[in-house]
């Protein structure tokens, strides 16, 4: 590896972006090319990232690599640095490899003092601009290098403005510029107990290193955290001789898109001042231009600018945003760098390229942030209307909605009869609260993570969620939350924003989501390329009518627990959990069946040739009765009612020892899943006889089922058997009783116990499909109960680096996925055809998803409104690694096997 640490801008290219950073490389590339841009040089990320590992300041041998830079960029200007009569200026500006635009730091005319500002002055004829840039450095400088309060070069600045009688920064007269000079060197030297250093070497050395330190400030370790850009990549420090667009009304500066970043339409978009530095128009206080208004002002310049932005184009092969300076009447371009854009207009500019023949398919769906369509398939607010935000919790759920706050389920459904639109607000969610949830256009909870329970079912249901908002406290009694001081009553109107996690006061206007066509082509040629199928999770037929509209490939998973939510279904679930006998709960279980048998028809009907996963009954049985909090303070309330009264005390005294002998001290690894169906086989025997009566009368009516019936939380190979055993006894009665007619399906497990993943190659025989349901995995390999960790101590990890991502959002390749791979290869060494997919929320991740498809598995399952977003990231993934697959560890296959 080359020792060399400083790059000068002609020894560069594109293809060293890792290392000169994409500013440093780009303006490399756009010198080699010819282009105007001015000269410098670049000192690398590895530079930077030495510089943090020593912890000693500039290395020797970097700061003589910088000098030797410096002295070839003074012979190539015909300027000395330093020189009291003819100095060199420069700027020095950050430059990561990953685009991180506004992050990190800029110093701007570094090279003047009390000598070279006469000189500069001399020099361009312009004294009035010499001291302007002086007075720019210094204000610069403070505030960058030596972390002083902007607020305090203001202040002084606009005393002076008060005292010329002036309100615009150019008004300022030279006279007024030479007097701030030494008030901003005092305002320095009070603040950060040091002078303005004359020494124009200095300035140079202690701008780098507030550049490089600027890689860790926290606006820049945000903006990495939100967008999963790697801490180790560093910043490169870009070095460049000064153009000045404040040099008179020949000059000027600017910002231009080769493309429309809002909409996408190919047409140049920007702005531009006259007289003005970069700074200018990144601090607003001077209104600027439309770009095509410089064709008036400036008609060549601007001829030259649309040639430059048009090559720049073609060159690059995307949108560019491209900073300039015109000095003299002369275009100067500063830098270029692929443009951001909205996640609409990234759709539309992909498109737009393919059919202009610029980029290929591939190209255009590579270019597209997957994360952006969840956005972009949900409604938005309108930010301009944003005025305040009360809370930040856990964005959840993205979209957007706006409704009278309530603070209780059923609340909500009277509310909702009425009319009114309603955001549900709970401390947490359990699953009686679903109507609620279900009548509600958004959810807001104090606790919880990106993966409880109302964060799954409003991902599912494509309603906007804010979990996880420790800031509220909400008192049920007095119908009301309070955030600090603030009081939100019941019936006052609030916004959330499901996609940033905001809670915003008032009823903001939203903007609604909308498929394009240009979406919907990229989504085929997507389809054309992936290699991984993209199923859908779905619990009623609504669910899956939306799949289907967005593509979904079948129904990955069906949880048969939603199915018992609905106000008219709940109480028949708890008379069957509530039940003193089999003969008792076999009562319920004859109720609830045709509820169940009528939704798997509606699937069925709506996935007509398509396959349909049914999970059977996986939560334990006290999520369907009331909190016993609850319970005791109905009681309560009781206690001084009437003799009438009395039976409705017993009634509540025996739900409240039922909901004393279903407490577990740990439910998630208690009776629920395979261990209930084994313990109760009558529930698990009701919903087997509701699946083949549903998909018999399916058949009759020409609908082509083709079902997979899952058994959830296996960790044994006997208890797939027993219940194997148990499906295909009912199946056959079932049918037989419909006059023999064949219902092809499919039995296999969801593994979410890691000794079931060890264990595969036992399972294996008994399973015709591995359903990974990575949530449950992760947290038992983990040994994280995730609302906990989530609420409690997982941003803290993340924040000090003990973890890289949130596993329960990213799916942890080395551990889970290590489980995943050794039961997938250990499933096929002994059914080779055994069909794998996933079904937790990471299967809507795009990493996730790129790890399942180098894993091999056939399909990945997410909720229908993200579907898009999987369908475009298993096409990236298929494009990134082809058909080849991660190379599997020798992976030895347990031989004991069950009963």
């Not at 990229?522 to 859908?536: F, G, N």
């Not at 083709?706 to 056959?732: S, Y």
């Not at 991740?845 to 598995?857: E, P, Y």
């Amino acid at each position: 590896m080359s020792s060399k640490q400083v790059f000068g801008f002609q020894e560069g290219n594109a293809q060293m972006k890792d290392l000169l950073g994409g500013k440093g490389a780009h303006l490399a590339e756009m010198t080699r090319s010819g282009l105007p841009v001015p000269p410098g040089f670049t000192l690398s990320t590895a530079a930077c990232l030495s510089y943090f590992k020593t912890g000693n300041g500039l290395s020797d041998s970097l700061w003589g690599e910088t000098l030797s830079a410096l002295e070839r960029l003074e012979s190539d200007r015909g300027q000395r640095f330093g020189d009291p009569i003819n100095p060199l200026l420069v700027s020095v500006r950050s430059g990561s490899v990953s685009s991180m635009p506004g992050m990190m730091d800029t110093i701007l005319n570094l090279g003047l003092n009390d000598q070279t500002v006469q000189g500069l002055s001399q020099q361009t004829g312009h004294a009035r601009f010499a001291y302007d840039c002086y007075r720019r450095l210094l204000q610069m400088f403070g505030n960058v290098v030596l972390g002083i309060s902007g607020h305090h070069f203001e202040k002084i600045f606009n005393q002076m403005k008060q005292k010329e009688g002036v309100t615009q920064d150019q008004d300022v007269s030279l006279e007024g510029l030479q007097q701030l000079i030494p008030e901003f060197k005092r305002c320095i030297q009070a603040h950060a107990g040091r002078g303005f250093p004359e020494d124009v070497h200095e300035q140079l050395r202690l701008a780098i290193e507030a550049v490089f330190q600027s890689w860790n400030n926290s606006r820049a370790q945000i903006y990495r955290k939100i967008n999963r850009i790697p801490d180790n990549q560093g910043t490169a420090v870009n070095i460049q001789s000064m153009v000045f667009g404040n040099m008179g009304m020949d000059c000027g500066t600017g910002v231009v898109f080769t493309r429309n970043p809002s909409t996408g339409a190919s047409e140049l978009f920007g702005e531009y001042l006259i007289n003005a530095q970069g700074e200018d128009v990144v601090a607003g206080a001077r209104t600027p231009q439309p770009v095509a208004s410089l064709h008036n002002e400036m008609p060549e310049v601007y001829e030259e600018l649309v040639r430059v932005a048009k090559r720049l184009e073609q060159h690059y092969k995307d949108m560019q945003d491209i900073e300039f300076t015109v000095e003299k009447g002369r275009l100067y371009i500063l830098q270029t760098r692929n443009g951001k854009r909205n996640a609409q207009s990234a759709v539309t500019i992909a498109v737009n390229l393919v059919k202009e023949g610029i980029i290929s398919k591939e190209d255009a769906l590579q270019r597209i942030e997957v994360s952006h369509l969840d956005r972009l398939l949900h409604r938005g607010i309108d930010e301009m209307e944003v005025k305040e935000v009360l809370a930040i919790g856990l964005p959840a759920s993205p979209g957007a909605a706006a409704g009278q706050i309530v603070f209780h389920a059923d609340v909500a459904m009277e509310w909702s009869q009425e009319g009114k639109k309603v955001i549900l607000a709970r401390p947490e969610t359990t699953p009686e609260d679903i109507q609620g949830v279900l009548v509600s256009e958004g959810i807001v909870t104090c606790r919880g993570g990106m993966t409880s329970h109302a964060a799954v079912v409003a991902r599912g249901m494509g309603k906007p969620c804010v979990c996880g908002c420790e800031d509220i406290k909400i008192d049920e009694e007095l119908k009301q939350m309070t955030v600090g001081s603030r009081i939100v009553r019941e019936g006052d109107w609030v916004t959330i924003d499901g996609a940033s996690g905001r809670v915003i006061p008032g009823e903001i206007p939203l903007r609604e989501a909308e498929i394009t066509e240009e979406l919907s082509e990229l989504l085929e040629w997507a389809d054309s390329i992936r290699k991984l199928k993209v199923r859908a999770n779905a619990d009623n037929p609504h669910d899956a009518k939306v799949a289907k509209q967005f593509g979904a490939q079948g129904i990955g998973l069906c949880r048969t627990e939603h199915m018992f939510f609905s106000p008219t279904r709940l109480p028949v679930v708890q008379q069957m959990i509530l039940a003193e006998d089999i003969e008792e709960r076999a009562l319920a279980l004859d109720q609830l069946l045709p509820m169940q048998q009528a939704d798997f028809e509606g699937m069925f009907g709506e996935m007509n040739g398509l396959p349909v996963t049914i999970r059977l009954l996986d939560p334990p049985l006290h999520e369907f009765l009331p909190k016993e909090k609850e319970l005791q303070k109905k009681l309560e309330e009781l206690k001084l009612a009437p003799e009438e009264k009395e039976e409705e005390k017993k009634a509540i005294h025996a739900l409240i020892r039922k909901v004393h002998s279903l407490e577990e001290t740990n439910p998630m690894l208690g009776q629920r899943g395979c261990r209930l169906g084994i313990v109760y086989p009558e529930i698990y025997e009701m919903q087997v006889e509701a699946i083949f009566r549903a998909a018999s009368r399916c058949l009759d009516r020409g609908v082509e089922v083709k079902l997979e019936i899952m058994v959830p939380l296996v960790g044994h190979v006997n208890e797939l058997i027993t219940l194997r055993k148990m499906i295909d006894t009912v199946a056959k009665q079932i049918l037989e009783e419909g006059n023999g007619k064949e219902v092809p399906y499919q039995v296999g497990t969801m593994i979410e116990v890691p000794r079931a993943a060890l264990t595969a190659g036992q399972i294996a025989p008994y399973a015709d499909f591995f359903s990974f349901g990575t949530n449950d995995l992760t947290q038992m390999t983990y040994g994280y109960s995730r609302d906990d960790a989530e609420g409690k101590f997982l941003t803290h990890y993340q924040d000090h680096k003990i973890l890289p991502n949130n596993p329960f959002q990213v799916l942890d390749p080395d551990g889970v996925g290590l489980l995943i791979e050794w039961a997938v290869t250990s499933g096929k060494s002994v059914k080779p055809a055994i069909k794998t997919g996933i079904c937790g929320e990471h299967g809507g991740d795009k990493d996730s998803i790129f790890f399942c498809h180098r894993t091999g598995l056939d399909y990945v399952s997410c909720s229908p409104f993200r579907l898009p977003l999987a369908r475009i990231a298993a096409a990236q993934a298929a494009i990134t690694y082809g058909d080849k697959a991660a190379p599997k560890q020798s992976i030895p296959i347990l031989s004991k096997g069950g009963v």
